[in-house]
């Protein structure tokens, strides 16, 4: 990565975008689910287009499973959030996406606490929709493949 400090900053940017993925799933997956879609076919046809991602192939199946288990909390999920965007801040780039999911976890952190798992950001949206996110036969911790 070069110097010193290189490797922490492109860290936080990848959990960044991680934690984008795992909100944006959530919600690709909850619209079809609220008009009857099947949620594992859902999962299916992401998986398989152009907005698949790692997030999805792997936390998705969490959500799904109903155990959000990553074994990565809202702590540690806001606390990289916070260094990226004071980063940016700092540098002046302009992180939209960035500080709303910062928004959206700090949010999330308030209600479940910081204890709660990184992938349980989706519960909020179940709860604001009154539907569960599941289907049956995915993982309830990520398994190797």
């Not at 949010?107 to 929709?129: D, I």
Request: with cysteine.
């Amino acid at each position: 990565m070069g110097k010193m400090g290189n490797a922490s900053v492109v860290k936080v940017v990848t959990n960044m975008l991680a934690f984008i993925h795992l909100i944006a799933a959530g919600e690709a997956m909850m619209l079809p689910a609220k008009f009857g879609v099947d949620p594992d076919a859902t999962y299916r046809a992401i998986r398989a287009s152009s907005g698949n991602s790692f997030v999805h192939e792997t936390e998705s199946k969490l959500v799904l499973s109903g155990s959000y288990n990553v074994k990565f909390t809202m702590d540690l999920a806001c606390k990289d959030l916070g260094l990226v965007n004071g980063i940016a801040e700092k540098l002046g780039v302009p992180l939209e996406l960035g500080s709303m999911a910062q928004q959206i976890f700090r949010r999330a952190r308030g209600l479940m606490g910081g204890n709660a798992q990184s992938p349980e950001v989706v519960r909020m949206l179940e709860k604001a929709c009154d539907l569960e996110l599941r289907a049956p036969g995915y993982p309830t911790e990520l398994l190797a493949e």
